[in-house]
T-cell receptor, first 113, second 112 residues
Framework: GESVGLHLPTLSVQEGDNSIINCAYSNSASDYFIWYKQESGKGPQFIID?????DKRQGQRVTVLLNKTVKHLSLQIAATQPGDSAVYFC????????????FGTGTRLTIIP | DTGVSQNPRHKITKRGQNVTFRCDPI?????LYWYRQTLGQGPEFLTY????????KSRLLSDRFSAERPKGSFSTLEIQRTEQGDSAMYLC??????????FGPGTRLTVL
């Protein structure tokens, strides 16, 4: 079936550097994408979302890039901080009615002090 | 705290027992979702409600699983005759119509 996957399971970044987390999706009908952050023992926390009619969206220290041609999504985190250490998931839905999110496996980001 | 709440946070049970989890969504949210997450994996969709109506169920939701949202507010997820394979984190999320899904802290189930 359709799936959302991630290129790298783990990523270590020096504090203060920028990090990029990548995600590939296979459903060409996907039209809404979300990045979530999950800290140990907690539920996923919304970070940023993007619709398929956009290719870039910026938030506070985060930017999401969408390349529909190659079905690729990335999350850029600027000036990383220790609190950014977590597992990051991309999720997608093929219906902006947003009934069912399909999540990837996740990337564990570790910020090195 | 006005976020999504879930109870209990942890549940340990013996195989064959029934368990029930509760989710209280954000108050103005009319949609409520249940997901299951196993270690090292992303959440998997189980079911969702709009108000009190259960509109979609995943094939992951076997006949041992039942979810209700009787008054369109809180929801319960019951698992009957638990199996070791049911051990997972059960996550609840809520949204206002097709808005962003906000997740609760989850209930971690361990079946011995």
């Amino acid at each position: 079936g359709e799936s959302v996957g991630l290129h790298l399971p783990t990523l270590s970044v020096q504090e203060g550097d920028n990090s990029i987390i990548n995600c590939a999706y296979s459903n060409s009908a996907s039209d809404y994408f979300i990045w979530y952050k999950q800290e140990s023992g907690k539920g996923p926390q919304f970070i940023i979302d993007i619709r398929s009619n956009m290719d870039k969206r910026q938030g506070q220290r985060v930017t999401v890039l969408l390349n529909k041609t190659v079905k690729h999504l990335s999350l850029q985190i600027a000036a990383t901080q220790p609190g950014d250490s977590a597992v990051y998931f991309c999720a997608e839905t093929a219906n902006f009615g947003n009934e069912k999110l399909t999540f990837g496996t996740g990337t564990r980001l570790t910020i090195i002090p | 705290d006005t976020g999504v709440s879930q109870n209990p946070r942890h549940k340990i049970t013996k195989r064959g027992q029934n368990v029930t989890f509760r989710c209280d969504p954000i108050s103005e949210h009319n949609r409520l979702y249940w997901y299951r997450q196993t270690l090292g994996q992303g959440p998997e969709f189980l079911t969702y409600f709009q108000n009190e109506a259960q509109l979609e169920k995943s094939r992951l939701l076997s006949d041992r699983f039942s979810a209700e949202r009787p008054k369109g507010s809180f929801s319960t997820l019951e698992i009957q005759r638990t199996e070791q394979g049911d051990s997972a984190m059960y996550l609840c999320a809520s949204s206002f119509l097709s808005g962003i899904q906000f997740f609760g802290p989850g209930t971690r189930l361990t079946v011995l």
